[in-house]
């Protein structure tokens, strides 16, 4: 996300990451287990006898990231190791293939950006609110100039830029009788708009509870699936009728590890979940492996996952960033972030042309987007491809009510049924995703 004033989450040098910027770890690693493997049996004979289920821990708030653990859904397991263990584990015996691979735990952020960007976007935020005409040069921070006869969105007494320009308010479906989980930083329980909803939240993160800390998480939540007809202010939710699972998988300071968010992932899965979001990651470029496990493997048992493409793009500098992980995973859907003008975002990134992944899927509406915010300030304006992600997602859930489809026929349904736009797929995939 790009925040809206002073104090983004995540501090980012003024050169960005690059292609060579080492991924932050923390010392563990996960182990994707190949298909009809027994892990328990793999990790016992590699020495590794305290490796809990996942299903063992369930309700156990942040014990599944705590603890060295297997996910049965995905066929996973995050442990700690030591050297020895660790070749143990690589290697194979004769027979069948049992481990398919095994990677650092990487550590991922919401997809924040730098000051300066989040105090240009909250400028303009607060013009706007004013009633002042705001319109920024060609190469400032806060975005393009309105270009005289190009459609340009805005918010309106009755819904949000993104609502319109998805066509979400135009569409019979609702999301009724679909399970959207959010992998993000929590949910606000006691906010007033979402009263009577049916929500189910966890918490991934050690020591703390699924309450949102932080605002990322309430803000997608609402974007995805906030009310029709919210207490005040414009409709900003998509499926305002899906049943609500909010994973906290980043903590209240918008960080988590590979083990929370897998745990979160295997959670959705268990509970039925057709649509995943996820607005969060880690700038490295190459494909992680447990996210080509984990996006196939919920495929399969018809969850679809949407992730953040990364802000880690400067566009106005010429600088065009790289989708990060999870995106990156070809199993994934890869979502890019719009501006008002249905132009790319400029700091929403782009495809890597010569990596096998690493591109970007569809597009969606993720600058200053209003939606819900925790409590006391209800609502706020952000900007980033976190905010594209839950769009996306909503948009999903009305597909998925509309035709029944799940899986890779849900993800074929968002590719073809999208608006086309003058930027290059490199940078917008098949385009702006519509309501059915």
């Known amino acids: 996300m790009i925040e809206s004033g002073p104090g983004s989450q995540v501090a980012i040098t003024p050169e960005g990451p690059t292609l060579s910027t080492p991924p932050e770890t923390t010392g563990r690693f996960i182990i994707v287990f190949a298909e009809g493997a027994d892990p328990a049996s793999v990790l016992q004979e590699a020495g590794l006898d305290d490796v809990v289920s996942s299903q063992e821990l369930a309700g156990e708030e942040g014990a599944v990231a705590s603890n060295d653990t297997v996910f049965e859904q995905l066929g996973m397991a995050v442990v700690s190791v030591e050297p020895g263990q660790l070749g143990a584990l690589e290697s194979t015996e004769e027979g069948p293939q049992r481990v398919l691979s095994v990677s650092p735990e990487l550590i991922h952020h919401v997809r924040g950006d730098d000051y300066v960007r ?30 005289p006869g190009v459609q340009f969105f ?15 308010q135009l569409s019979t479906f609702s999301g009724q009788g679909i399970s959207v989980a959010v ?4 949910f606000d329980s006691a906010h007033p708009d979402f009263v009577g909803r049916s929500v189910t939240t966890q918490s991934f993160i050690p020591n703390e509870s699924p309450q949102d800390g932080h605002g990322h998480g309430t803000h997608c939540i609402g974007t995805s699936c906030g009310p029709k007809s919210p207490g005040t202010g414009p409709r900003y939710g998509v499926a305002y009728n899906a049943a609500i699972f909010a994973g906290k998988v980043l903590s209240n300071g918008g960080s988590g590890s590979d083990g929370g968010i897998l745990a979160g992932i295997d959670w959705a899965i268990t509970n039925g979940c057709q649509v995943i979001s996820m607005s969060l990651g880690a700038d490295v470029p190459r494909i992680h492996p447990p996210y080509t496990a984990a996006g196939k493997r919920a495929l399969d048992k018809g969850s679809l996952i949407v992730a953040a493409a990364g802000n880690n793009a400067m566009r106005t500098d010429l600088k065009y960033g790289f989708v990060g992980a999870p995106a990156n995973s070809p199993y994934i859907v890869a979502v890019a972030a719009l501006n008002q003008q249905l132009d790319v975002a400029f700091f929403s990134a782009r495809t890597l042309a010569d990596m096998n992944g690493g591109q970007v899927d569809v597009a969606g509406p993720g600058y200053q987007v209003y939606s819900s915010w925790p409590m006391p300030t209800q609502y706020r304006t952000i900007s980033g491809t976190s905010m594209a992600t839950p769009h996306v997602a909503g948009l999903a859930a009305l597909w998925a009510e509309a035709t029944g489809y799940r899986g890779n026929e849900l993800w074929s349904l968002l590719m073809q049924n999208g608006r086309r736009l003058m930027a290059p797929s490199l940078d917008v995939g098949s385009g702006l995703v519509l309501a059915p």
């Open 154 to 168: 805005r918010d309106s007494t009755d819904f949000t830029w993104g609502i319109q320009a998805t066509k979400a």
């Open 183 to 186: 992998l993000d930083t929590g």
């Open 118 to 147: 989040g105090y240009a976007d909250g400028v303009n935020d607060l013009a706007g609110r004013l009633g002042v005409t705001s319109t920024p040069a060609a190469n400032a921070p806060g975005g393009p100039p309105e270009t």
